[in-house]
């Protein structure tokens, strides 16, 4: 149904070994692209670092104001392009498996833009990690040709996006 070309190639990564614990800790820049800990899952990091950023945005989107979530965003999402170039040119690899901070950012946006029903936010989660993993365009075209900390944000930004589409055509449906 999909090119073998559309399957991420994060998901080429997957089998390598993740970085170790103390990698995490080396530089703060680790810790972010590392989702905080939660890229070091050797089973599926994508989808731990999409679970680490659901758990984290429930826990903690109650003290934002929409406001400032926003701003908090923002922030995140270029602080993160730094932080994955740091940490892909450390590992040697620009979209490691174990870099996640491309998947947590723009699953926050999701998540904010999502009703705050767990149904709703399952959907969101199910949706993501769908559009994350078979990287439509121009998902792919970032994915394969900007090997940076920009081009790895931005294949999940589009994820999102896609994500976000859907969403609004069942609330449409429903």
């Known amino acids: 149904m999909f090119p073998e070309r559309a399957v991420s190639h994060k998901m080429a990564t997957m089998n390598s070994k993740p970085p170790s614990f103390r990698f995490l800790l080396s530089h703060p820049a680790h810790f972010f692209a590392l989702g905080c800990g939660s890229g070091l899952s050797r089973w599926m990091p994508g989808t731990a670092g999409s679970l680490f950023a659901w758990a984290a945005f429930v ?19 270029f602080l993160g392009i730094y932080a994955i170039h740091k940490t892909g040119l450390a590992l040697g690899e620009p979209d490691h498996g174990s870099i996640v901070w491309d998947e947590i950012v723009p699953f926050w946006a999701v998540l904010f ?40 944000m931005l294949d999940d930004v589009v994820a999102a996006l896609y994500t976000l589409f859907v969403l609004a055509i069942i609330q449409w449906l429903v």
């Open 59 to 77: 826990l903690f989107f109650p003290l934002f104001s929409p406001q400032v979530f926003l701003l908090f965003l923002a922030v995140a999402f």
């Open 113 to 152: 833009l999502t009703p705050a029903d767990f149904f709703w936010q399952l959907a969101a989660f199910s949706l993501f990690r769908f559009f994350d993993i078979v990287k439509l365009q121009p998902a792919r075209w970032f994915d394969e040709r900007m090997k940076n900390g920009f081009g790895v």
